[in-house]
């Protein structure tokens, strides 16, 4: 793979499980610099001091559905900020509901994937994402 092992990443999901899966997928795929937030409104502020500290995040996992702010409002609040407008996104959702694929791509998100995903096609969404 030709995307630097330690690029930032932040994985979002308001189920612990589910982060550490991912964060395990993450590192059998070879990625060492990983934060989670468990809901989009944790992610955001992590998100603005990322660029606040000049060491933003590089990629972004999200899972759809959360409590306080969801993947989608995450997403939304990442494209209007200037400099994240072409930040990698991809959103986690366990319902491949065409309807949501099609909203999430008009608010700019660069990949999805539908639970439950192996570590191959993680990898596979990724390297689609950085190409």
Do not use: C, Y
């Amino acid at each position: 793979m030709s995307i630097k092992a330690d690029i930032k990443i932040l994985v979002v999901d308001d189920m612990s499980t589910m982060r550490k899966i991912i964060k395990q997928m993450l590192k059998q795929i070879g990625f060492t610099n990983i934060t989670e937030a468990d809901d989009g409104a944790t992610a955001w502020p992590l998100i603005q001091n990322g660029i606040k500290d000049g060491v933003p995040f590089e990629f972004i996992l999200s899972d759809w559905n959360m409590p306080q702010m969801s993947g989608l409002d995450l997403l939304k609040n990442v494209r209007s900020t200037p400099g994240l407008e072409k930040l990698p996104f991809l959103m986690i959702t366990a319902e491949a509901e065409q309807g949501n694929v099609v909203i999430a791509v008009k608010a700019g998100v660069s990949n999805f994937i539908v639970k439950p995903f192996s570590p191959e096609t993680l990898k596979e969404k990724i390297e689609k994402i950085f190409k």
